[in-house]
């Protein structure tokens, strides 16, 4: 039995609530061109997909985001930058924060309503005050239309890239969506996963019977896997790289395309080995072609401090959920990455 606690705003009064300015439209518009180019491989710049593991606290995500884009004007030669706005959290076991879509304050429980303004707030500042439209993940599909004006990147998680209903929404989103190898690491299911969302549908969405067209930009995430007993197993390495171009070819997808998660079960959730795996993708790519043509990018976690906190947040800009690079360390290795590719 659910108990009702209270109805929850829809997507369409929300969008009038807090729009998208006209400026912020032109932005996103340019910004979603942009990537679809470089995910298709008309345009050879590399993607950076990187920010908080949560974005827990507007006043200091927009501070990072204001940094991140003083340094994207500055590599934008060689570096498209996406920033990680991620409003949900994945939980393995159900509990702990969830993101500010249900917690908008973590030391006061859950408020949906509260939080789906918050999102969406903060959000539309990251485009309007740094010109950055951003990356979250697509936690819950029937939440998508509060956000689908707003995002240049949608990610499916490990968690949900089995789930019928994130590959059949994931076929309707106009942007790149990302699909990481489900968490037991199998890349033939990654793959019957971008098939499905590269595909037309139709289906219930909401109160509605929708048809698709497919999404043509749909394509993987590598994330490493994790095997029965709980150990991390990396794919990031070369020969892991050049076996799934392979498998990505006989499947005739179209756009093939790979984005690396440098932390998560390719780093053993360590953010600080996330530079080195960097370094070593960016070796492979400078040594093989196909290794190159196939990997358009990397996902980084960062965020201003270094490391991680408990959910009460009393440092500033210091993850609450996984560990992160911090900013200085980020800012070094965004400048890296640009001069060696």
């Known amino acids: 039995m659910f108990e009702r606690i209270k109805e929850i705003i829809t997507p369409e009064d929300v969008k009038k609530i807090l729009p998208l300015s006209e400026n912020g439209k032109r932005v996103k518009s340019?910004?979603?061109s942009l990537l679809k180019k470089?995910?298709?491989?008309?345009?050879?710049?590399?993607v950076m997909i990187v920010g908080p593991c949560s974005a827990d606290n507007e006043v200091a995500v927009l501070d990072y985001m204001s940094r991140l884009a003083r340094i994207s004007e500055q590599v934008k030669d060689k570096l498209f930058?996406?920033?990680?706005?991620?409003?949900?959290?994945?939980?393995?076991?159900?509990?702990?924060?969830k993101g500010?879509?249900?917690?908008?304050?973590p030391c006061k429980g859950t408020d949906i309503q509260e939080g789906i303004m918050a999102m969406r707030h903060m959000h539309i500042k990251s485009i309007e005050e740094t010109g950055l439209s951003a990356a979250d993940e697509m936690l819950y599909p029937e939440n998508y239309d509060y956000l689908e004006d707003l995002l240049t990147y949608v990610a499916v998680g490990a968690r949900s890239s089995e789930n019928q209903q994130h590959r059949l929404v994931a076929s309707g989103v106009d942007v790149p969506v990302g699909v990481k190898n489900p968490m037991f690491g199998s890349m033939s299911v990654l793959l019957n996963s971008i098939y499905a969302a590269q595909i037309p549908n139709e289906f219930?969405?909401?109160?509605?019977?929708?048809?698709?067209?497919?999404?043509?930009?749909a394509h993987a995430v590598l994330r490493g896997g994790v095997d029965s007993f709980g150990n991390n197993i990396p794919n990031y390495h070369y020969e892991d790289v050049?076996?799934?171009?392979?498998?990505?070819?006989?499947?005739?997808?179209?756009?093939p395309a790979v984005i690396i998660d440098v932390n998560h079960s390719n780093s053993n959730k360590n953010p600080f080995e996330q530079i080195r795996i960097v370094k070593e993708i960016i070796s492979n790519?400078?040594?093989?072609?196909?290794?190159?043509?196939?990997?358009?990018?990397?996902?980084?976690?960062?965020?201003?401090?270094?490391?991680?906190?408990?959910?009460?947040?009393?440092?500033y800009g210091k993850s609450i959920t996984d560990g992160c690079l911090g900013w200085d360390k980020t800012r070094k290795l965004i400048f890296d990455v640009a001069e060696h590719l």
């Open 38 to 46: 470089i995910i298709s491989g008309l345009d050879d710049r590399k």
């Open 100 to 105: 500010i879509f249900h917690n908008p304050n």
């Open 81 to 97: 930058i996406v920033p990680r706005i991620y409003t949900n959290k994945p939980r393995t076991r159900g509990d702990g924060y």
């Open 242 to 255: 050049i076996k799934f171009y392979d498998m990505y070819k006989q499947q005739n997808l179209k756009n």
């Open 30 to 32: 340019e910004r979603d």
């Open 204 to 217: 219930k969405y909401g109160k509605y019977q929708v048809k698709t067209a497919g999404n043509a930009y």
């Open 285 to 315: 790519m400078n040594s093989c072609d196909k290794f190159k043509e196939l990997v358009k990018g990397f996902m980084v976690e960062s965020y201003i401090e270094d490391g991680n906190q408990s959910p009460d947040g009393s440092v």
